[in-house]
């Protein structure tokens, strides 16, 4: 199962500082060996809410392999650059079954609230 990792991104200022473009420019050959991959990067449209700042979207073609690379020493060696320089929320989630509906996500709620 897919997992997908989520940045909510600020920049101080918008434009990465120089400690920020030298992550920028490292960070790609640490995702590599675990078959990460960007998505989506940028600005986003807010429809509903407040979102400043931008996202990153990347997927993995697993939990394990999103965890083994953020644990990962060469992620570790980088981390303090992006720490030091940007302000993210990072989470990450799940790929939902191919078979995966809301409707029927929303039946079993109502069922195993019934005996409450």
């Not at 965890?67 to 060696?77: I, K, V």
């Amino acid at each position: 199962m897919k997992t997908y990792l989520i940045n909510h991104l600020r920049i101080p200022g918008d434009i990465p500082n120089d400690a920020g473009l030298t992550y920028l420019e490292q960070v790609e050959a640490t995702v590599a060996p675990f078959g990460g991959k960007w998505l989506a990067q940028g600005p986003a449209d807010v429809v509903e809410g407040a979102w400043p700042g931008s996202v990153v979207l990347m997927e993995f073609p697993s939990r394990d392999a999103a965890t083994s690379w953020y644990n990962s020493p060469a992620y570790q060696a980088i981390l303090p650059l992006r720490l030091k320089n940007a302000i993210s929320d990072l989470i990450l989630i799940d790929q939902i079954p191919e078979d995966f509906t809301i409707k029927g996500f929303a039946s079993e709620v109502r069922r195993a609230t019934r005996g409450s």
